[in-house]
C-alpha cells in the first residue's frame, strides 16, 4: 500500500481525486445503479469509469485515512494514512469515538491537499 509521499508523485490520480466524494455516495454511484439519477450525479456505465477519494476508517488504532480507488466492480485501498496526531481527537469527537468509516472532514482534507502540495512541489 502506497503512503503520501508515494501518491503525490501521482499527478494522474492526484488530478482525478474527487474531493467531495463521501462513502455514501460512493455506494449510491456504484452499487446502487438505479438510484443515481435522484443526485445529480454522472452514470456509471462499466468497470472503465472509476473515482478516486478519501475515506477515514476508525475501526483501526491509529484511525486511518485511505484513499480509495472505485470502479463498479471492487473498492481497493490504494494508499494508507495515519490520522495525524494534531487532528485525531477533534475528527474522533466529531464522530463520537464510534467505529466506521466517514467522509474527510474540512480540517482533514485541508491537511491532505497542503501536504499533498507540498511533496509534489519536493518531487
Keep these: 500500500m502506497e503512503r503520501l509521499e508515494d501518491i503525490s508523485k501521482r499527478l494522474d490520480i492526484i488530478n ?3 474531493w467531495n466524494m463521501t462513502p455514501e455516495e460512493a455506494v ?3 452499487l446502487e445503479w438505479g438510484n443515481n439519477w435522484s443526485h ?7 468497470k472503465e469509469d472509476i473515482s478516486y477519494y478519501f475515506v477515514v476508517n476508525t475501526w483501526t488504532d491509529p484511525p486511518m485515512i485511505y484513499l480509495i480507488r472505485r470502479n463498479s466492480q471492487e473498492a481497493t485501498e490504494i494508499a ?4 495525524p496526531e494534531p487532528l485525531r481527537h477533534g475528527f474522533l469527537e466529531s464522530v463520537g469515538h464510534n467505529r466506521g ?4 472532514s474540512e480540517e482533514l482534507m485541508d491537511w491532505l491537499k497542503s501536504n499533498l502540495e507540498a511533496t509534489s512541489q519536493v518531487n
Design 40 to 46: 445529480g450525479k454522472h452514470l456509471i456505465r462499466s
Design 16 to 18: 482525478s481525486i474527487d
Design 80 to 83: 494508507g494514512i495515519e490520522l
Design 28 to 30: 449510491t454511484l456504484y
Design 101 to 104: 468509516v466517514y467522509a474527510l
